[in-house]
């Protein structure tokens, strides 16, 4: 079951030790999310030496690991400690993901042919290589999508390369120190809600601003590709997209499926960001991973749903009102 959950956290500078236990907690709020960086965040109100330790936070320098029921959950760098005029602290960090925001291409690499999740794990090591705050990749499975691509020394960010690939077929999450990468269509199960699981309703949402029935991709030179056309249902929506990576025609057809894939038809998302997860769901926490599915039975809305859905985003939030867990989903294969 989920469980109700207590939240301890600490600082840990990058070669290990404890800078500072945070005793006592007034909030702490954590993340998980697909494709892209999450999110932590912390209050505390210091007591005893715990005052001058926490004054003692820098950026980029120390972690933020959260722990639930005495299990680590989320660790990040901190990213904009603030230290207010009431005595109480407030440490804002993001996952380990950020880093790659902060790194570059270190050599010019070229692919032929290679899987995306090669790619994509090239890239991260890569970025790491120069100075690893300590983390490791683990290729769930293969995308069995082959392309080639190609990034020059110094030339852009690694993480929006890594974000350029996610929109071709590549998922990808980060779990403390561990970055997962899963092909787009992967659907691993890791139990199932119904509408008792929450207890202060859903919202369901079909998002017509990422609807498109014809998707172009433009790549290098006079690379070219496109997916799809006039929809029998909705008629012709349109987008282009420039990926300068992609070097060959295949790769762009492909980047253009993916992207018709998650775009048509139109998305539609289970959203509990407003509400909250029963404690007795029969789901784990540490199961919530962004890129799995759980089996979602609602007839709560005018929209009914029964399937397997995708998690996109998990968010945990403990304050004086309790503990409150959160989950956006999606059609799974979307």
Same mark, same amino acid.
């Given at each position: 079951? @989920? *469980?109700? &959950?207590?939240? =301890?956290?600490?600082?840990?500078?990058?070669? *290990?030790? +404890? +800078?500072a236990n945070a005793d006592v907690l007034l909030e702490v709020e954590w993340q998980r999310t697909l494709d892209d960086v999450s999110e932590a965040r912390i209050v505390v109100q210091p007591d005893g030496d715990c005052c001058e330790a926490m004054g003692r936070v820098r950026s980029w320098r120390h972690d933020l690991v959260i722990y639930r029921n005495g299990r680590a959950c989320w660790e990040g760098p901190c990213v904009v400690p603030e230290w207010n005029a009431d005595s109480t602290v407030g440490v804002r960090a993001f996952d380990i993901l950020a880093w790659l925001d #902060? #790194? %570059? /291409?270190?050599?010019? #690499?070229?692919?032929?042919?290679?899987? @995306?999740?090669?790619?994509?794990? !090239? @890239?991260?090591?890569? *970025?790491?290589? /120069?100075?690893? /705050? &300590?983390?490791?990749?683990?290729v769930v499975a293969p995308t069995r999508i082959r392309g080639n691509r190609e990034y020059e020394q110094n030339i852009g960010q690694t993480g929006d390369h890594l974000r350029d690939l996610a929109a071709t077929g590549l998922d990808y999450t980060a779990v403390g120190s561990r970055i997962l990468l899963m092909p787009e269509d992967f659907c691993g199960r890791v139990g199932s809600l119904t509408d008792a699981d929450f207890p202060d309703g859903l919202v369901i949402v079909e998002d017509g601003l990422a609807l498109a029935t014809r998707w172009i991709v433009q790549g290098r030179d006079d690379v070219l590709a496109e997916a799809g056309g006039k929809h029998s249902y909705y *008629? @012709?929506?349109?987008?282009? +997209?420039?990926? =300068?990576?992609?070097?060959?025609s295949p790769s762009a057809e492909a980047a253009a499926r993916s992207r018709l894939r998650t775009s048509s038809p139109a998305p539609v998302f289970v959203d509990s960001q407003q509400t909250t997860l029963s404690p007795e769901a029969a789901v784990d926490i540490a199961s919530l %991973?962004?890129? !799995?599915?759980?089996?979602?039975?609602t007839t709560s809305t005018c929209r009914n749903i029964g399937q397997a859905l995708k998690i996109l985003g998990l968010k945990v939030v403990e304050d004086g009102d309790g503990e409150r867990v959160s989950v956006q989903l999606t059609p799974a294969g979307a």
């Open positions: 079951m @989920l *469980g109700c &959950g207590r939240h =301890t956290a600490r600082i840990v500078d990058r070669d *290990g030790a +404890v +800078v #902060r #790194r %570059v /291409p270190h050599e010019s #690499r070229e692919f032929i042919g290679r899987d @995306l999740s090669n790619i994509a794990e !090239w @890239l991260i090591e890569d *970025g790491f290589r /120069p100075d690893d /705050p &300590g983390h490791s990749v683990q *008629g @012709l929506l349109e987008r282009y +997209v420039e990926e =300068t990576s992609i070097l060959d %991973v962004p890129g !799995w599915c759980v089996d979602v039975m």
